[in-house]
């Protein structure tokens, strides 16, 4: 019945846009507010139906109809003819909410109408035989190839982590990021009247890409000499070996971290969660959050926050896996849930859509509990000695991280700039100015960097999102002693970010809830730089 009232609703206003253009009807305001209530609505329902069958799918294995309402949403992205009334016609709109209402639509369905494209689609979803594939963004797949040559490979020799890089690569053939898949996508966002689709996903991130690759070169610049320096000891470590590509994987995964995992095991995971929340003044059990837990050890370990119905119905599926990353990966998405059930706004769109940058920054916030000094002696109780030489590995991971992503960064914004170019020498290129390794063209691992693939011109979400953090952070040190154990803290959070949702942009609330136009100083000197 609900299926079929929403396909009724989708025929009546294809009809009525129709009609009304053979009048050559001029878009007026009325009309760009009929589109933003049809949009609305309809993405409201799909993204509860999707949302519904995603957890199916998780949680039992199967997908009943979700290949279904894929195919729905992809059509409603992509042939719908409300978003070609709001692109006309969103500069008509004169109510502040309206405004932000438009922002948020035209944002969302930008990206959606190039990726739901039939052709890139076949490129990006090449079978579907198989059933749907739930794909969500995760920033560790921009440097997954690095961790697993040298992730748990620290008692291995230099020739066994190189047969292990080599091994994922060659494993990871399909489906892949292509050089056809690149210049589809450009071809699209110039349908769309913009250059590149780097600057129609610019525009939908609100990115002002000249300020981007203007923090993309003060990040180079700043954390340059520090890496050198990290560079320097890890050749010393090898015996005067010049560092390869296949060794970095040792600066991301320390020893310490390894000694660390101990006491972070897979099934106290959801405890700590609980007893860091309920630090903060929160408890968890008295909230419409739903869990879902998996130990299977034959599963691959993940964790997802699935928001349903929020604030009245959110959800978390984990499959765990002992260890720090999947103590802060679970932290984070635990953020994320708790950021839903503190929305306190009645328009749904508000609730729904938080920006991917926002996502990235709560998830980052939040993750970041799991390298405070006092909560993983008080709560992991990690003897002060490990956790202080932990905290001094883990700066210089994050250092190798932001450089690995800085060249990530550099290569997408490269790729549709000039989509024409060898990509695969362009990559080698920046990885061998931006990691200051030895080239290795034959290993063409850009193209099976999901990120590329499923969530083009996301990774700057993870970017600006670390930059959000790191500055809340700051703040919170200042001003309630951190966030940790801190019920202040998390008060402050709740009434300066989380209850907004998305009615106002992410920009404003950082610089509303710190004082300060967003700064990358805070996360240089989070890293020690």
Not at 126 to 131: A, I, L, V
Not at 302 to 329: F, L, N, T
Not at 495 to 506: D, K, L, T, V
Request: net charge negative; glycine share 6%.
């Amino acid at each position: 019945m609900m299926r079929r009232s929403f396909l009724i609703q989708v025929i009546i206003f294809c009809i009525a846009f129709v009609l009304s253009s053979c009048k050559e009807e001029q878009v007026t305001e009325d009309r760009v507010l009929a589109a933003l209530d049809s949009l609305e609505y309809r993405l409201e329902w799909l993204d509860y139906r999707l949302a519904e069958e995603r957890w199916k799918y998780l949680t039992n294995g199967t997908d009943d109809s979700l290949s279904y309402f894929e195919d729905l949403y992809n059509e409603l992205i992509f042939t719908d003819p409300a978003f070609q009334i709001l692109k006309r016609g969103r500069n008509l709109l004169t109510k502040d909410e309206d405004i932000r209402r438009g922002q948020i639509l035209f944002s969302r369905l930008l990206i959606g109408r190039v990726e739901s494209h039939p052709e890139i689609l076949s490129l990006r979803e090449p079978d579907r035989s198989g059933g749907p594939r739930v794909k969500t963004f995760d920033r560790e797949l921009n440097y997954n190839f690095f961790l697993k040559a040298g992730e748990r490979n620290h008692r291995r020799d230099r020739a066994g982590r190189e047969t292990e890089a080599l091994f994922f690569a060659e494993q990871n053939v399909f489906p892949q990021l292509t050089p056809q898949l690149v210049r589809l996508r450009n071809q699209q966002a110039r349908r769309e009247g913009y250059n590149s689709f780097f600057a129609l996903a610019a525009a939908a991130l609100n990115m002002n890409v000249s300020e981007y690759t203007t923090l993309l070169e003060q990040l180079d610049k700043a954390s340059r000499p520090a890496y050198q320096t990290i560079l320097e000891q890890l050749r010393s470590e090898l015996g005067g070996s010049q560092p390869e590509v296949w060794d970095l994987g040792l600066l991301l995964v320390s020893e310490t971290e390894l000694e660390l995992d101990r006491y972070l095991t897979a099934d106290s995971q959801r405890i700590f969660v609980y007893r860091t929340f309920d630090s903060l003044g929160l408890s968890l059990g008295g909230m419409p959050l739903y869990w879902h837990d998996e130990y299977d050890i034959t599963l691959k370990p993940g964790v997802q926050s699935i928001p349903v119905k929020p604030p009245y119905d959110v959800r978390i599926c984990g499959m765990y896996a002992e260890g720090h990353r999947w103590s802060s990966r679970l932290m984070g998405q635990a953020g994320q849930a708790v950021h839903y059930l503190n929305i306190a706004q009645d328009r749904p769109l508000f609730v729904n859509n938080l920006h991917p940058v926002w996502r990235e920054g709560i998830s980052s916030l939040f993750a970041s509990l799991c390298s405070d000094s006092l909560w993983l002696v008080q709560y992991a109780h990690v003897p002060p000695v490990t956790a202080g030489r932990f905290l001094t590995d883990e700066r210089r991971a994050g250092i190798v991280q932001l450089r690995i992503l800085l060249a990530h960064l550099k290569f997408e914004h490269e790729i549709y700039t000039n989509s024409d170019r060898d990509l695969d020498k362009l990559y080698w290129d920046i990885l061998e100015e931006m990691l200051m390794i030895p080239r290795h063209d034959d290993l063409q691992y850009w193209r099976h960097i999901s990120a590329f693939l499923y969530h083009p011109v996301e990774l700057q979400a993870a970017l600006y999102g670390d930059l959000i953090a790191a500055q809340t952070i700051a703040y919170l040190e200042e001003h309630y002693g951190g966030l940790a154990g801190q019920p202040e803290s998390f008060s402050f959070l709740v009434q300066n970010y989380m209850r907004f949702g998305s009615r106002y942009p992410w920009w404003e609330l950082v610089e509303r809830g710190t004082g300060e136009p967003l700064n990358p100083k805070y996360l240089l000197e989070l890293l020690g730089l």
